[in-house]
């Protein structure tokens, strides 16, 4: 007959199974996060001589990306996109740039990580500052590909301004494939999925009559629309939350809304590069985006999604937090929004250490998907003694800093509207829990084995 | 009486403190080798799944630079060069652009960690592929306000191309002053000092007939100008090695020494940058530079400093190996000869390497002094759907990698003739001596700090 002391003792290695079994994962993606800029939100942030929260991470790595032409060959491609590099981390799959959860060359169909998570029994989430149909949410739950096939009205012929660009017929229904991004989110089991991208679920879904909102709801979800249905859902439910027609609104924007400019050049500059003037785009500062007003904040999501994805769950869950808006506004040469959005980061990966701080088997990754184009250049040329006109062939913001130095970004990768994503390896922050399982270099593939391998999945 | 075992037990102590106090250091500078820089070399040594040796250290951190305006405010200025930051890391001191071994504002001599070295009886090093008067190596051993002071007739007025560049009077031996760069590196003290630069030991020291190179004679030094000769130099004098006027020639260069190009837009697209067509540079090859030839590589000489430094040493010595045209290409835009730079340095490394592991209490450091103006671009845009013509602003070098893939190099941080540094902090590495001596983000003037502690000085 049992013991009170056995049973105590029983009871105690039941508790430690269960905390065992309810290992947690919290992978925080900042979109175009390179050291460029970590250093140029440090400067803002915290001043030069501050640190970041990422600053304090225990395990620091550097992350190769990998990234192939859309081929059997397979040969390299040296610069990524986020469709494939967030495919890299879901899959472990290295594929072509704008595809989603898919192979490239034959188009298979990779399983995810949330896939598998769900399969195991675990919860899984999904937030981000994007549409949630966007390439880097988009592939831990859904398999096109072409990142562009966000909904049920963008699976064919594609057009931007009268410029084809291409589809996904063979990922249609009726051709026997999942549909859309959206339809396929609506029907994927997650948990929480949460951010913009509103007018992706209006369209009917493929083949019926009801919205993919509705599709959605029928298939388990709640959705809210608002920062306050939001932080009011019932506690129980599946959510969706969709705040904003696409990417939701950032936080900081340029005074009066002015991002990076030329440099102008006088007409005797303009003959020759040494003679003459340059007048340099003025110095800004960054202000509240006005825009902002009434959206969630990156960490008001992340709480709502951890306090949903932890309460009464004995199997433990896998979340990708995403912090999308640092890669676009710096594609839109638009510092001040990066730096507000690294700030959204930062918040919400102090709400992920809070919460491992409760749940010690909780292993909390911070990374980027890909590096960026912005440059944080010299104020005062490095060659000011010269005494010549100096100045970026590209586009170049003067940011008033706090603490009142002037802070020069530089965008000159291209003169198309959207700057170009750099190739650089990014870097890869972890808390204690990483310890040992973080090599400090490691392939953008190998994110998806860590993550597997921690989960016992 | 004491027994056998007794003074076995001695002898050992004895062994063990001698071990103890000979702890050698090794630091790598990577001028200008940011993660931009890592990955194009990585890409093209070692193919995009391949890895560096760099990349196998065991110890990762991320270093913010920290650069003060010439004022005793000490306002932060954003972006360095490569005479303060080097003054950072060897003397601990946050100082300004420009200045070796002094401080912003009051001009004041740092301390620098070859001098505290020197002090303690520990021999030191300092082998470059700059000259050996360039501001990296020049703030290990030498304090003047203006980097460009490097010989003694380069004191007043110094002119590039009538161009009038300041000068340091009151660093003159005559203004009570320790005179030029080259007159301070000869008295020195230093056990090894090996590089470019012959030009500037020419001149007559201020205020007397003989050479620099003459005075570093008298002052014990044995002077070595070749390959043959510093392979051939007797093993226990203190040796200086010039191996070229300036500048030691790169490895690596462009095809037919070509460097990165500007795009050439049709007439139309000069109209509208959507309009008409665009031709890119032609992809090249990297191949041998000729001048390279005779050339002794940072491999041997790090080699012959590893051997004299450690040779019959009981008490450590200290060993600062720049890799210096990491840097120096990038400004001239020539990525060939970046990538051949990084080459030398991972060989440089692997000797480092060798090295600690027969002498167990090494600790070697390799890092970067600041960030670059090189981008790894797409070499096909990703906004290539949009069928309009997209191209840098700036100078693109499309390189033919060994595995056969095309890798796009983009300069454009200025119009002038030398591209600008950039801010972003940069990587550091350690061998396993250093877990648990450097943090996973640290500010450039803790380097100073971490060696000294480590060298008890």
Not at 274 to 298: H, I, K, Q
């Amino acid at each position: 007959m049992p013991t009170l002391r056995h049973l105590a003792s029983a009871l105690t290695l039941t508790l430690a199974s269960q905390v065992a079994d309810a290992a947690n994962v919290i992978l925080i993606i900042g979109d175009g996060m390179d050291d460029q800029q970590v250093t140029i939100a440090r400067n803002y942030l915290q001043g030069a001589r501050g640190q970041l929260l990422l600053d304090t991470m225990p395990v620091r790595s550097a992350v190769q990306i990998l990234t192939v032409d859309d081929t059997m060959d397979r040969r390299p491609v040296y610069v990524a996109d986020s469709a494939n590099t967030a495919t890299s981390i879901a899959t472990g799959e290295v594929s072509s740039r704008g595809r989603i959860g898919t192979t490239a060359g034959d188009d298979r169909d990779a399983e995810t990580i949330v896939e598998l998570a769900r399969a195991a029994g675990l919860r899984t989430g999904v937030v981000t500052t994007a549409s949630v149909t966007d390439a880097t949410p988009a592939s831990f739950a859904a398999h096109v590909s072409n990142r562009m096939c966000e909904n049920p009205d963008a699976m064919v012929d594609i057009t931007y301004h009268d410029i084809p660009l291409g589809g996904c017929e063979d990922d249609l229904k009726a051709a026997g494939g999942p549909g859309s991004i959206a339809e396929q989110l609506a029907v994927s089991g997650l948990d929480v999925l949460l951010g913009g991208g509103a007018k992706h679920f209006d369209p009917a879904v493929e083949g019926g009559e009801q919205s993919v909102a509705r599709a959605a709801q029928l298939d388990g979800f709640s959705l809210v629309r608002s920062r306050e249905e939001l932080l009011g859902a019932p506690a129980d439910a599946r959510l969706l939350g969709l705040f904003a027609p696409s990417t939701l609104p950032v936080r900081l924007r340029g005074e009066d809304g002015r991002e990076a400019e030329a440099a102008k050049p006088s007409l005797l500059n303009r003959l020759h590069r040494y003679l003459g003037d340059v007048t340099l785009p003025e110095p800004m500062t960054c202000e509240p985006n006005p825009a902002f007003d009434g959206t969630p904040s990156l960490k008001e999501m992340t709480d709502v999604a951890l306090a949903r994805l932890s309460a009464d769950n004995e199997r433990g869950f896998f979340l990708m937090v995403e912090s999308a808006s640092i890669d676009k506004q710096a594609h839109e040469r638009k510092p001040c929004g990066s730096i507000g959005e690294l700030q959204q980061l930062e918040e919400a990966l102090a709400s992920a250490l809070d919460f491992a701080a409760s749940h010690p088997d909780t292993l909390v990754l911070v990374t980027a998907d890909h590096s960026q184009a912005a440059q944080l250049v010299p104020a005062t040329s490095i060659f000011a003694k010269y005494n010549v006109p100096i100045y970026s062939p590209g586009l170049v913001a003067r940011i008033i800093t706090p603490e009142g130095s002037l802070m020069s970004v530089n965008y000159a990768t291209n003169q198309f509207s959207h700057e170009e994503h750099t190739g650089a390896s990014v870097p890869l922050y972890g808390n204690a829990v990483a310890d040992g399982r973080v090599a400090p270099f490691i392939r953008q593939p190998d994110l998806f084995t860590i993550v597997r391998d921690y989960l016992g999945l």
